[in-house]
């Protein structure tokens, strides 16, 4: 069982930067695929973007270029620095954990979620 707890959203202006942090509890963080996905009132969770057990990175087109996200093993920690933000990028995050399949993209690939934190963005 893996628990994950995200932090670091919050109110911000157009142009702000932010990083949202993910730490997960258990001892085989490191062999898991870590991701990314966002839910903005009135749509449907999307993917943000992903990390692979061996720290490839991929990204949703909306956010390529604007969003890195990276991974600390030894904290058990993922983040996902957000730069250049826009209004549009309000959403709740959400990080998820799954076994690294090699698809990074859907959401029935992340067997485990948190409980997601708030970033709103004003213009």
């Known amino acids: 069982q893996v628990q994950l707890v995200e932090s670091g959203g919050g109110l911000l202006q157009a142009g702000d930067s932010l990083r949202l942090s993910c730490v997960a509890s258990?001892?085989?963080?490191?062999?898991?695929?870590m991701g990314w996905f966002r839910q903005a009132p009135g749509k449907e969770r999307e993917f943000v973007a992903a990390?692979?057990?061996?720290?490839?990175?991929y990204y949703a087109d909306s956010v390529e270029g604007r969003f890195t996200i990276s991974r600390d093993n030894a904290k058990n920690t993922v983040y996902l620095q957000m730069n250049s933000l826009k209004p549009e990028d309000t959403a709740v995050y959400y990080c998820?954990?799954?076994?690294?399949?090699?698809?990074?993209?859907?959401?029935?690939?992340?067997?485990?979620w948190g409980q997601g934190t708030q970033v709103t963005v004003s213009s």
């Open positions: 990390i692979s057990w061996s720290a490839t990175t």
């Open positions: 998820a954990a799954g076994v690294d399949s090699g698809t990074y993209y859907y959401q029935y690939k992340y067997d485990y």
């Open positions: 258990g001892r085989t963080f490191s062999s898991y695929a």
